[in-house]
């Protein structure tokens, strides 16, 4: 069931959706573990979440090229993607390596730029593109455009 990638699609936490949907925050948790859930249960996150119990009960998250969130995004909105994880599907867990890596070595650039200016400048966009990329981030779980579990 994909009730996780959809909570955290939402950037909900377990407590915050069995109290938006009434359920107790263990039925939730016994749900996303791969417990069946009952109608009623289905019936109260479906209409929280806003989707049918048919898209709950599927066993996994990809997102399709004919898809209305990927049809309504713009091509250059869909190239950015392609281009900066360097995947014509991009997958939220190689988006969020990528953005860790550009943080970490723009760091060390940066604190090395006490012995070189050039180590500086490449620290200093390192960082500027991995704040690029956090947006970048935002925008794919705003979306909903990443074909791997959220």
């Known amino acids: 069931m994909i009730l996780k990638e959809l909570r955290l699609s939402r950037h ?7 109290q938006m949907s009434g359920l107790n925050v263990r039925t939730i948790q016994r749900i996303e573990s791969g417990q069946k859930a009952s109608l009623e249960s289905l ?4 209409a929280t979440l806003e989707v049918d119990i048919e898209t709950l009960r599927k066993e996994s998250f990809t997102l399709d090229k004919n898809s209305d969130n990927w049809k309504s995004l713009s091509p250059l909105l869909k190239l950015w993607f392609a281009f900066n994880f360097l995947q014509l ?5 190689s988006a969020t390596r990528v953005e860790t890596l550009s ?8 604190c090395m730029g006490f012995i070189s200016e050039a180590a500086l400048a490449g620290g200093v966009l390192l960082l500027a593109t991995a704040y690029l990329l956090r947006f970048l981030l935002w925008q794919g779980d705003r979306y909903g455009l990443w074909y791997e579990a959220v």
């Open 12 to 18: 909900l936490s377990q407590e915050q959706l069995a």
């Open 103 to 110: 943080h970490c070595f723009g760091f060390l650039f940066c």
């Open 43 to 46: 019936k109260c996150l479906a």
């Open 89 to 93: 599907r991009p997958v939220r867990s």
